[in-house]
């Protein structure tokens, strides 16, 4: 498969047609059979997505709440008849390799996960206007909305047909949205997943599955009507929408370079490194300058950058276990950003908007299954928004060189927010239910040298000069060495300690679960049910259960 | 091979010496190689534990609470030199079946728990004496347990050398115990679970993974001081202990049939019918009656013969896929038991025990990967303490029949004194944050008809008795025809929706991912860790993440 590019912008859409109507937006999806320009070997029937689709899906549901801020409200719909979405291309699923397979369910389930992010942070609320059947990833999606809104025509349903048809799981947050978001009751759930035709109708809202059925007659206006209820009650948002550029990044054999984010990949070592430059100045301080500068803010641009590295380190790097994490330029100039990010973000739109933006790609790069080791080095400038890519590595190792001091520094963000998918911020995921540790912490004002960093529990080691390049090298290469599957299930499990929340529900149990009945035989072997859709043939079971 | 047993005695031990002296007991692991009437094929070297070493673990945790109320501290040790416990058995891992695998690791899962839940609710509480090295499982017994004290003899350590010596995970509660219970920093606990051989000393305890370490010399008596001083702080309790006398089932080749429970398993249709029979009658009301019935009172004898029950379904019979969930008897008597447990559970030690015994005998129920449907037929009486049985099942069909009249009815346990693994009563998490749809049903007094039970949301569905054959048979048939794996991720997901607790971290996140890895090449294929352990060839990696 040639490399995956994660960027996109509506003019070049394919599956999705994106019309804004301030205060409306309708997000209609018209996923193209197949185009010219794309790999793929598999017919898109039915809203059917891939990975390409949900890309657009992703840029658009991110691009709204950057380049629109007159939308309040956003209608998720289709442009085909009689089908909202029939969730996930099955005969992609089927022909994929397992990690492309997690990898692509991870990032559907980042992307709906942004919707609901919306919704929350950005007053941009989401309906799904059902108008035909809504199966499997098709209703996973409509759950990410705010309220479900589904055509009564006597035939529309919402459906998750993945158990009883494919021997797999409705693994995009489905199961989890139902009975803890919707909370519907766990033996209606449980039919309702079990029957592949789905619930339709009155039946649908009494069960909670939907929150209103229309005739077809009056759907459109109903969900119109809704829709401007909505965003009525929504608030307005001061200024002109700000532009999301392309990142245009340099890309030779070595690796990928933007302009505050450089990775490079080493297959023979299966490492990577990715580098994070800090911002060349201080910045604007007041929302005037800051919306001047725009998307070319380097608390915007940076984490752009750094979101999509991620997400071609996940897709095209699949061998790179190992990621090094390292910061270069002055810890100044990124507390100053930080300190107006914390300054402005409740008073205006655009900087809470690039306050949570930072927040997804930190959660994003919690989220990557590969082992971070963050390398606080000479020259490294590990403070406020960057400590947290240390504080969200598997560990971290701090020069201790009195020739050149190194030192990590607290910032204004360090509080609580850019908090993790469990809700706490990385500070208190690390000393959990240790709020003097946590206190100590922030009580510290100032570079934190490295003695102090590992007496305040901030770093794994920290190495004098003498045994620094060896110490490394060596947890470098025991780490490769070792499964990349215990690996990743290890790091899953250490890494959100703590309260558990919708999202970390999905992601470390949901997920988990999917991850293994994507092994089992019964799904993907030669007579498994993932295996044999779409042909005459009957799925041969193992039937023990486990 | 040969059928399962679980019943067992101290007097028939072969794996541990169970020493009481009040207020202290002692047990200690001795694992024989090898049993003339056992089937393994595989030597249990260095203390390490297949089932049959965890079958009489359990025994002796259960036991201790109700046959020695005096036992204020268990000291676990080992019997032999050097070696604590080396944890689950690789060989006999490596060679059993990914069922046997799975089922295996959730019942020792369910014994730790039950160290824990002794601790929480009994006062016994568990003192790892760790005189040698307690690795993987050894130490996840060890974790189990309130306080951990190590042996400072500059050899024994702590570890988990499962990820960087079989590719697979310390699974049985270890990773969550030690971030979550025991608040390891996370990267401390990465670096302690990728080293294989372990942490010892001083920095086991900076690291927080033991309480103390104590020199050889020092070490017993420091063991048994801090025993004593817990003993010192725990309250007596009066009166004797009751002996739990054998259950002495009969077995033919139709099922097996206890005093009070039956189960049969029909191998052609893959289904099993667990029918439990409620008390002759109302049973004794005070603390000494009770006292004298023992054993053989009701709430105690049904919950041991549906726990040893379900046991005896999970391994031995791996095929029959749903179980079907019937009550006989009457209703009016189950409430009488459910009354004296009420009334009191909270001044007598025996009847606490009883109680929390039963509680743990439906987390069993709930953690059992069948499917449960409840049938609320003709002569049933799902009442009280049998109420929760049929909100334990994925469904509930309830006949709607003039002619035989089927009721429901709430006891003086449904308001919270049987609590799910996530904390919640089934009536909670049935009806998630809804307190009013709990309350109306808490609310009904008296016996609750198929119209009623349908409008309070008790049962999924209640046929008249017209389509009452074809409703339930269509709904057996139609789910033992899907994927096994399938169902078993499902309804871990939406059994257990609202708060996660350690229970369910351990069962719905840990374990999930510990499955997944026991499915990957890297842990069980050819060339695989697990496969290889032991043997001079190196395991070889698919380095692609996930």
Redesign the interface.
């Given at each position: 498969m040639s490399d995956m590019i994660f960027e996109t912008h509506p003019s070049e859409y394919k599956h999705w047609k994106l019309e804004i109507t301030p205060p409306l937006a309708r997000l209609s999806m018209d996923v193209q059979l197949s185009g010219e320009d794309d790999d793929a070997d598999y017919q898109r029937k039915l809203n059917s997505y891939d990975i390409h689709v949900d890309i657009e899906l992703a840029d658009a549901v991110n691009r709204l709440r950057f380049e629109h801020p007159d939308v309040k409200v956003v209608i998720v719909g289709s442009n085909r008849d009689r089908i909202f979405c029939a969730g996930a291309n099955i005969f992609m699923l089927a022909g994929s390799?397992?990690?492309f397979k997690?990898?692509f369910c991870k990032y559907t389930n980042e992307t709906r996960l942004g919707i609901e992010d919306a919704s929350a942070f950005s007053g941009q609320k989401y309906i799904a206007a059902v108008s035909g059947t809504a199966s499997g990833g098709g209703y996973e999606l409509a759950l990410a909305c705010d309220e479900i809104l589904l055509i009564d025509d006597r035939s529309s349903a919402v459906s998750f047909p993945?158990?009883?048809l494919?021997?797999?799981?409705p693994g995009t947050g489905g199961?989890?949205r139902?009975?803890?978001k919707r909370?519907v009751?766990?033996?209606?759930?449980?039919?309702f997943?079990?029957t592949a035709e789905g619930v339709k109708g009155r039946r649908a809202v009494d069960w909670g599955l939907v929150d209103a059925v229309y005739p077809k007659s009056r759907f459109d206006a109903a969900v119109e009507e809704r829709a401007q209820a909505l965003a009525a009650a929504g608030d307005d948002k001061a200024g002109e929408g700000v532009a999301l550029g392309p990142l245009e990044p340099t890309i030779d054999e070595s690796g990928i370079a933007y302009r505050h984010v450089t990775m490079q990949v080493d297959a023979d070592t299966?490492t990577a490194e990715i580098t994070i430059s800090a911002p060349e100045d201080a910045g604007p301080d007041n929302p005037a300058a800051i919306r001047e500068a725009g998307a070319d803010w380097w608390a915007l641009r940076m984490f752009r950058e750094l979101d999509d590295a991620l997400l071609r380190l996940r897709f095209n790097h699949?061998?790179?276990?190992l990621v090094l994490l390292k910061t270069r330029g002055s810890a100044e100039n990124v507390l100053a950003h930080d300190a107006a990010l914390a300054a402005h973000h409740e008073s205006d739109w655009f900087v809470s908007e690039v306050l949570h933006h930072a927040k997804r790609v930190l959660k994003r790069l919690d989220l990557t299954?590969?082992t971070f080791y963050a390398l606080a080095d000479e020259e490294s400038c590990f403070a406020g928004s960057l400590l947290e890519v240390a504080l969200a590595?598997?560990?971290?190792y701090m020069l201790d060189s009195p020739d050149d001091p190194v030192a990590l520094q607290l910032g204004a963000l360090s509080a609580g927010l850019l908090p993790m998918s469990n809700g706490l911020s990385r500070l208190e995921?690390?000393?959990?239910?240790?709020p003097e540790s946590v206190a100590a912490v922030l009580e510290t004002s100032g570079p934190i040298d490295p003695q102090e960093a590992e007496e305040l529990?901030l770093?794994?080691f920290a190495p004098d000069d003498l045994d620094w390049e060896d110490e490394v090298r060596l947890a470098i290469e025991?780490?490769v060495c070792?499964?990349?599957?215990?690996?990743?299930?290890?790091?899953?499990?250490?890494?959100f300690?703590?309260?558990?929340t919708l999202e970390t529900?999905i992601f470390?149990?949901?997920s988990?679960?999917?991850?293994?009945?994507f092994?089992?035989p019964?799904?993907v072997g030669e007579h498994g049910?993932l295996s044999l859709y779409g042909k005459p043939e009957r799925?041969q079971?193992?039937?023990?259960?486990?």
């Open positions: 390799s397992h990690p997690v990898n993945e158990v009883p494919l021997a797999v799981l199961l989890t139902v009975v803890d909370k009751r766990r033996d209606l759930a449980d039919v997943s079990t299966r699949p061998d790179a276990g299954a590969r590595a598997d560990r971290t995921t690390r000393f959990l239910d240790d529990g770093v794994t025991e780490r070792m499964s990349p599957d215990a690996l990743t299930g290890m790091e899953a499990s250490l890494r300690a703590g309260p558990e529900k470390g149990r949901l988990a679960w999917q991850n293994w009945i092994q089992r019964n799904a049910a799925a079971f193992d039937w023990r259960r486990t």
